[in-house]
């Protein structure tokens, strides 16, 4: 009898996380996992410090080469072959070795689609110039890391100021270029309420980045096949280079192709347990949406712990097993020119959008004891359910030993703690971490009291 | 008609928070503040940075002066002024001013108790050497700092193997002295089960500290009045300083002289309200018990964060409001030689001596992306209930960003999350900050899994 075959489209986070869950309980499977690019398993979060240059060599973003999972776990991946169509009727898959270009087919008894996501791009005149990158894979960070190193790059200009596009920022400030930030919205961040991105954007400012709200390019000028400035509707910025940091929307097209229902923003739909409309055929990952947990709304989240959730899960269950993905609150922490940044659950715009009573207050504390070097200033902005008292979301902006803080309030937002349990959380206490009242605390308290 | 009167003993952290929740609540209470020493609320978790000389003055360590209490809230605190008894039939009591010796007399409507706790003492021949130092009040801290400063001081042995004993020990260091621990048990850090304490004891020898498990002093030897060398059983240590950090002890005597019941190793019995047995008088702080947030158990914790709490608890009840004091769960931070520990809830010594059927998984990963600069290493033990999964209790010790995460673990705890909860948390990852699975989800999921 023939073993049963897994079939895995994407070989990153998601898919390789199921690969290695469904190994683990069933060492009879067959796995065969398809990866256009050469890489498995990196690190996309690590791509800024890569090209920023403390992460020296690129090698060391990858978690797991294709080679470690053949030998260890005995999990075949096709790198270099893209899917290019699935047949769910006759459980197979076509797939195109990009070297040689030929096609091939591959049958399955179960297809996990984890195909991940694309970098927003730009449809604009001389969008075709060389030295434009979109911050996505990590054969394009080797490649923009070759270009500065090569020296004669002076300025660059980042389009979008989310998280990537700040943490790019950082990295190119740290190779001592001239920045710029082109941003459509009026604030960076947009994941934060304004008041708290602006103290961001304020930092970064500090450091010499320019920024550019309500302006997207709208062409590239060049000079010999490369860039050299950035038109908007106000200026003309002169640049050496330009990367895309514009986030990212779902990869479904395949799957879309093959019948599968899109759900919200264009991702995958799916269950709580990863399975798409289709028997046998799963999704995972930045291609698929997520419940958030707080509303139980599809949402999507393309984070990278999100990414590993969704492939845990769906490997249990690929494997027999029951697994359910509880949903995300799209927990996320960031660094830019030392001010570091949280956030968990809700915005205030989010609510005010939901038209769910709520109550907002935002405090000013220190990260440590005054007296003790390097306390920094941390302000965290907290939400709650008018209600309820329940916490809704929270918002961390601060200096040293900030950011980690989010987790604290992502815990009490999943155990469904009241502002006024927040308040009374027994959190630690020594100089060199806090001060004797956590600002965490801090903030639940003043909202506990808003709320009466 | 008089106003109502309250009349608070001890000028520190719970003391001066009762005084003030109490102000705000009743701006026509009369209140007057009886402290011994010259200063108020002052940190005492900070001495070891002051004598470390990171903190160069000791007057950074004080939140808030007599002046300031007496300027801005109205609260009369009377330093210099030792009570010498309480009379709870009359309302009344008696104090002493230590520099005139006048006795005076003061009644009250309400009496809270806030006499803190003492630090643990050694009745050993030469104990009256001078340079033998009790770390407990700032006028102490002053006078050792004094004391290094003026040079001479080479060697130093710190007695007692605490939080404190190896914050001193690390001051020592940076101060360029040899340092030696005596600790009469057979491990650092008792509130923390022996192998992980066993990783604290290592980095401090790996910078120089010596170790001297299961060795009380026996003796002091001194020279023209100094001390100058340690017994123990089994040695002779020559050294120029002694300081002791062997913990503390209620400083429960004059409630006890006045009839007020004590408590779980001599603290103050108090019920969530903070009401002692006897009507008007209240206790809080390191002189009073507390329910254990897990077991509901009367317990001691001498932390300043509970101090806080009480204070604050025992405020809004004096002033006529209702709070309790929910328990605590003992959690606490620290750092000594580059690693960070922190502690919540129950120990396995702990689980062992009360029969509670348990589960218990030790974890090692890194504070940040392998591949980050700075990214150290962590271990992480959790213990969890057999019967309902829930956890018990966490222990932390790890390089930088290690210590904090214990808060994660204490909110888990105060929510009674399982460990499958725990490990299904929505947690932060960027490569500066974390792995994409935190070591805390680590933990909880292999956890989880033992449990199944």
């Known amino acids: 009898m023939r073993s049963e075959k897994l079939v895995v489209i994407g070989g990153d986070a998601a898919g390789m996380s199921a690969a290695s869950v469904a190994r683990r309980h069933r060492p009879d499977l067959e796995i065969i996992v398809f990866e256009q690019g050469p890489f498995t398993s990196y ?30 776990q005995h999990i075949r991946v096709r790198t270099g072959h893209r899917v290019t169509g699935i047949d769910p009727r006759n459980r197979r898959v076509t797939a195109i070795n990009l070297e040689s270009r030929r096609e091939l087919t591959e049958s399955y008894e179960q297809l996990l689609i984890a195909t991940g996501s694309r970098a927003m791009d730009l449809e604009v005149p001389g969008r075709q110039a060389a030295r434009i990158f979109p911050i996505k894979t990590l054969e394009g960070a080797v ?16 389009v979008g100021a989310g998280y990537i596009g700040l943490e790019m920022a950082e990295a190119f400030l740290r190779r001592g270029l001239e920045v710029a930030v082109l941003e459509k919205a009026s604030q960076v961040l947009v994941t934060l309420d304004a008041e708290m991105a602006n103290q961001v954007a ?24 490369a860039v050299q400035a950035v038109v908007t509707p106000n200026r003309t910025l002169p640049t050496d280079l330009v990367v895309f940091g514009m986030g990212v929307r779902p990869a479904s097209e395949l799957a879309a192709a093959a019948g599968i ?24 990952g930045d291609c698929a949406e997520s419940p958030h947990l707080l509303t139980g709304q599809p949402s999507y989240f393309p984070l990278g712990t999100v990414a590993n959730r969704h492939g845990r899960v769906a490997g249990v269950n690929i494997a027999g097993g029951h697994a359910e993905f509880p949903g995300s609150l799209g927990t996320s922490v960031t660094k830019a020119c030392g001010m570091e940044v949280g956030q968990t659950g809700l915005l205030e715009s989010e609510l005010q959008k939901m038209a769910i009573p709520y109550a907002s207050e935002k405090i000013s504390s220190h990260t440590r004891s005054g007296y003790y070097p390097g306390s ?32 604290v309030i992502a815990t009490a937002l999943q155990a469904g703690l009241t502002a006024e349990q ?5 959190l630690s206490y020594a100089p ?8 965490v605390l801090i903030a639940a308290r003043q909202l506990a009291r808003l709320i009466g």
């Open 422 to 426: 927040v308040s009374e959380l027994d």
């Open 143 to 158: 490649e923009l890391r070759r270009t500065l190193d090569a020296g004669q790059i002076r300025r660059a200009v980042v």
């Open 43 to 72: 690190s996309a979060c690590g791509i800024p410090y890569y090209v920023g240059g403390m992460v020296p060599d690129h090698l060391s973003l990858i978690a797991r080469t294709p080679e470690t999972f053949r030998e260890k």
């Open 261 to 284: 229902e899109l759900g919200v923003q264009g991702a995958i739909r799916t269950d709580r347990r990863m399975t798409t409309g289709i028997a046998g055929i799963w999704a995972a």
């Open 202 to 225: 304020e930092a970064l400012e500090g450091e010499g980045v320019r920024f550019f709200f309500e302006e997207p390019p709208v062409a590239f000028e060049m000079a010999a096949g």
């Open 376 to 407: 920094d200033p941390i302000t965290i902005k907290l939400l709650a359910s008018l209600e309820n008292g329940r916490l809704l979301g929270g918002q961390i902006v601060g200096g040293r030993g900030a950011g980690k803080r989010i987790d």
């Open 432 to 439: 060199p971490f806090s001060p004797v009242w956590d600002p």
